[in-house]
């Protein structure tokens, strides 16, 4: 039997003959995780693409004394950071308020300054993406559209957040361990050792709980913990904390081991339960754009779509929204599909009686504000579905807004009390890179 190291940590080679057999490790101690931990950011630092590369970067990041500055990383289009800040606000002013300013674009700007978070650097490779979220954010945010092995250092930061990628993790792809995607989570951990933040926040999708029988997410979060973090996960459904969608996704939150601060997952605002808001609807949150939904992907329906149910009722919370405008659920409005056999369903009345759901639709499910810009490349030469599906691969890939408020507002409060206890010193004395 010998100890090998995989993309996940270890696994033990049974030494039997033919083939190999593996199997994943047992508990392993502590130190036996931190060694390779620190062997894999050596290797992964070494696969860095282009030596020119350099950290001029840097320099331009604002940090700022009293505020929680704040690292994204695989930002996308912002969902999270947007989450992020509007907890940031409702910890500081009235959360009735902030809400309500959070609706019109003018207003939220006014007070968004108020936040106690301050994002002062993104990464990401998706170009639409970054355009967005540059059209969407303050100016003062360093944006790095460069694959995150080609980063070389990460600036000082109080927290880091980030969706890592998940195709290797989704219950819909292959969900092979050894899937190169699945070892991304690394280079969060490596800008954890060189950023040192005060808490980080790490999203993924429901899947990451049972590939290799759990073994995965059980090594990754040993990892995470290697690297100096008290950490926890749990799985938290859109719906539970007023999201107008049924979408399961996995949150890792780490404490760094020596503050004296414990977070706790928050608990559901909504649901049928006393004491519970109503879930939010369909109606609740696109009726009134059903005469005026704006544009939306349009084309013939795969044999693989009709598979299975693709319409919920007014009443109900929305399938979960992809990143793919051909994938997008259809309209609640009309006759329901039907179901003819195991996996096949029909439009009882005409394919042409039924539509995907909108850009401005999934936006508004996806809790994103109205005014949120979504760059769709703008290259006249590209098709009007491609153009599209740039706008809904990056709503798709986001975290809800609501969600990641709701994850955000046991840390937005603790940030409050953590930025008022820091001695005034200047920022120069700060060790910053």
């Not at 690292?71 to 996308?76: A, E, K, P, R, T």
């Not at 490779?125 to 092995?149: C, G, M, W």
């Not at 980063?151 to 190169?180: H, M, Q, T, W, Y």
Request: hydrophobic residues 35%; contains cysteine.
């Amino acid at each position: 039997m010998e100890l090998t190291e995989t993309s996940t940590g270890f696994d033990i080679k049974l030494n039997e003959k033919g083939r190999g057999k593996f199997k994943p490790a047992p508990d392993y101690k502590i130190e036996d995780v931190k060694r390779i931990l620190e062997q894999k950011i050596i290797e992964e630092n070494a696969k860095i693409l282009d030596s020119k590369i350099d950290n001029d970067y840097l320099h331009d990041v604002q940090y700022r004394q009293d505020k929680i500055n704040v690292i994204s990383l695989f930002s996308g289009c912002g969902g999270l950071d947007l989450g992020f800040e509007l907890a940031g606000l409702s910890a500081v002013l009235d959360e009735q308020i902030c809400m309500q300013a959070f609706k019109d674009k003018d207003q939220f700007n006014n007070i968004r300054e108020e936040s106690v978070f301050h994002t002062i650097y993104s990464n990401d490779l998706f170009k639409e993406a970054n355009a967005s979220y540059k059209r969407n954010f303050p100016n003062t945010v360093v944006q790095h559209e460069l694959d995150i092995r080609r980063v070389r250092n990460f600036p000082k930061a109080d927290l880091v957040i980030g969706g890592f990628p998940c195709p290797g993790f989704s219950e819909a792809g292959p969900r092979l361990i050894d899937d190169e995607r699945n070892f991304l989570y690394i280079h969060f951990i490596r800008c954890l050792t060189q950023a040192k933040p005060d808490v980080f926040v790490a999203e993924n999708v429901k899947g990451m709980l049972t590939l290799g029988k759990g073994e995965v997410i059980k090594q990754i979060a040993e990892d995470f913990s290697a690297a100096g973090y008290r950490v926890q996960y749990k799985l938290l459904n859109s719906r539970d904390y007023g999201v107008p969608q049924l979408r399961e996704r996995v949150f890792l939150v780490g404490v760094r081991e020596d503050l004296d601060y414990e977070y706790n997952f928050p608990e559901p605002s909504h649901g049928d339960g006393q004491h519970l808001l109503p879930y939010v609807t369909l109606r609740d949150a696109i009726g009134d754009l059903e005469k005026n939904p704006g544009p939306y992907f349009t084309g013939s329906y795969s044999s693989i779509y009709m598979s299975r149910n693709r319409k919920k009722k007014w009443d109900d919370q929305s399938f979960t929204i992809q990143a793919s405008g051909r994938q997008a659920p259809l309209h609640p409005g009309g006759l329901s599909m039907e179901k003819v056999n195991s996996n096949k369903w029909i439009f009882p009345n005409g394919e042409s009686q039924h539509r995907r759901l909108s850009v401005r639709e999934i936006a508004r499910i996806q809790t994103f504000p109205d005014w949120f810009y979504f760059d769709d490349g703008e290259n006249d030469k590209v098709s009007h579905n491609n153009r599209l599906d740039k706008q809904y691969k990056q709503i798709g890939n986001a975290v809800p807004v609501l969600l990641a408020k709701a994850v955000a507002d046991p840390i937005a409060k603790w940030a409050v009390e953590r930025v008022n206890s820091r001695d005034t010193i200047s920022v120069q004395q700060l060790n910053l890179f």
